[in-house]
Structures are given as C-alpha cells and as structure tokens.
C-alpha cells in the first residue's frame, strides 16, 4: 500500500513496531504513528518496556513489545486502511497519521451485549450544578446565539468530537440547566468546530485533499451563518413541529433539521463551489520528463 511505512525495533517476533500511512509530519515520532482500531476501540502501538528513550543514555531500551503484539493474526476478519479527512472525521486527531481499522472474527459475532455511554456519567456528574447559581447564570449566556455558538465551537475544538458536544447539550437539556434557544446555538457552534478534525486531516495532503476540507468549512460557515440569521424563527419552527416532545427531544429534532436542511440547500451548489475551488487551488501542473520536449 502506498505510503504504509512498518519499522521493527529488531527484538523479535513480539517487539513493537512503528506503524506510518502518512510520513513523517511531527517532531514527536509518536504522533506520527497510525491510530490502530480493533472492533472499534483505539489500541496503544506504543513501546511498552523499560529505558524508553534510553537510546539518548549510556543503557539499551528494552522492549517488551506493544498492545498491537496481542492481536492474533488468526483471528483478524479485515483490515480497513483510512487516510486523510476519514480517519480523522471518526477518531480525532488521535487519527491525523491516518488509521488502521481491525476487524476480528470474535467481534463479528452477533449477540446480545451492554452497552455503556459517557451519558450516564454526565447525568450523574453535572446533578449538583443544578443548584448552583454561577453555573445557571453562565448557562443563561449561552442563550445569545452568537456566545452559544462560540462556546459550542471552541468545546468540540478541545473535544475533538461534535457528537460530544451535541450529546453534552442534550444532557445538560434533559436535568433542566439548558433552554432550547441555548441548547441549538451550542449545536450550531458544534457543526463549527468539527472543522477542525477536517482541516487537520488536509496537512501533507494532495490538493484534493485540502478543497475537500475546504469544502466542509465553506459548507458550515454558509449554513452556520444563515441558522443565526434565521435563528429566532428556527427555534419557533423546532418548537412547532416537536409539539410537547421532551426538551432533549427538541434539540436532538434541531441538529437534525439543520444537517437535512444545510444538505437540501447546497446540493445545487456543489457545481459552482467544485469550480470555485478548482480556480482557487489548480492542479499543479506536471513536470516533464527528463530529456523530452
């Protein structure tokens, strides 16, 4: 595969190893390492031994390989290879090198199982705000659209993830300390922010690449900026249709109603904004070969 880069450390069938899919972008080696995923959870590809960085010392690191050494081979169904905007848009930038998405035969199986989200911890966790009279006046800024939006943005930048920040909102909407005006301009941040992921994913990429991130952020900053425009008769049209559904359900019925919206209203466009930024970033023009006219 074009770019994958696997370095062995010389000690052994079980040693760690550096995985690349994306060359080497970042002073620290570690971040340039491919984020390994197994059934969906992201594994450490990290030296586990002793005297890590002892390469600098007088001693020998010692290495007792990584969690990618406890992956049967027997055992793997596929392997998904992901570069670019799509790692980066599932993972973060956990995945900025790229991701390396293992499916075993065991996880595979269907049955029944549990299922444990954040969601519950934060009902638990941010019960005691309720009463506390800082936390509700700070809560009741965010009924500004813009201050909303602000901070919507700048948690998902930090979080890495808008799925979060939406999943924060309608928590925080369900235990009472969110009204629906502040809930959706803290949504509407978040559909911002998730930029970040995208824009990340474009470094060291081909030009096709970086018009796609660009692409995303055009697509968020027109939408984003219509929903504030709007955003009075937004909330009105949220409230009507959602009629005496729960709180939380209105919020949840608002991020959708954008999403399907925002793509409803562009999908004409992707004609003029494809042409715009191929007149913004042209493809580079292609060298000719040695020798020849």
């Not at 580079?284 to 006219?293: F, H, L, N, S």
């Amino acid at each position: 595969m074009a770019g994958l880069n696997i370095q062995g450390t010389g000690s052994g069938p079980m040693g760690s190893s550096r995985i690349t899919l994306r060359g080497e972008s970042s002073l620290n080696l570690d971040n340039n390492q491919a984020l390994i995923v197994v059934d969906g959870v992201p594994i450490s590809s990290k030296i586990t031994g002793t005297g890590y960085n002892a390469h600098l010392a007088a001693d020998n690191p010692v290495d007792f390989g990584s969690t990618v050494s406890d992956i049967n081979p027997d055992d793997i169904e596929k392997i998904t290879v992901l570069k670019g905007a799509g790692a980066t848009a599932l993972y973060g930038s956990r995945a900025a090198g790229g991701a390396i998405i293992i499916t075993t035969k065991s996880g595979q199986r269907k049955g029944k199982g549990i299922g444990v989200t954040y969601l519950y911890t934060m009902e638990r966790a941010v019960e005691p705000l309720r009463n506390d009279s800082r936390f509700i006046e700070w809560m009741t800024m965010l009924e500004s659209p813009v201050r909303g939006a602000g901070v919507g943005a700048i948690v998902t930048v930090i979080i890495q993830s808008s799925s979060a920040t939406v999943g924060m909102v309608i928590t925080l909407a369900k235990k009472g300390l969110l009204t629906l005006s502040a809930g959706i301009a803290v949504m509407l941040g978040a559909e911002l922010g998730t930029c970040a992921d995208t824009l990340l994913a474009t470094v060291r990429a081909d030009r096709q690449s970086v018009k796609t991130g660009l692409f995303h952020l055009f697509f968020n900053i027109v939408s984003i900026g219509v929903g504030l425009l709007i955003f009075p008769w937004f909330v009105q049209f949220i409230e009507s249709i959602s009629g005496n559904a729960s709180l939380q359900q209105k919020v949840a019925n608002a991020h959708m109603a954008f999403n399907i919206t925002g793509v409803l209203l562009f999908i004409p466009l992707i004609g003029f904004v494809e042409r715009l930024l191929d007149r913004l970033l042209p493809q580079k023009a292609t060298q000719p070969a040695a020798g020849t006219e």
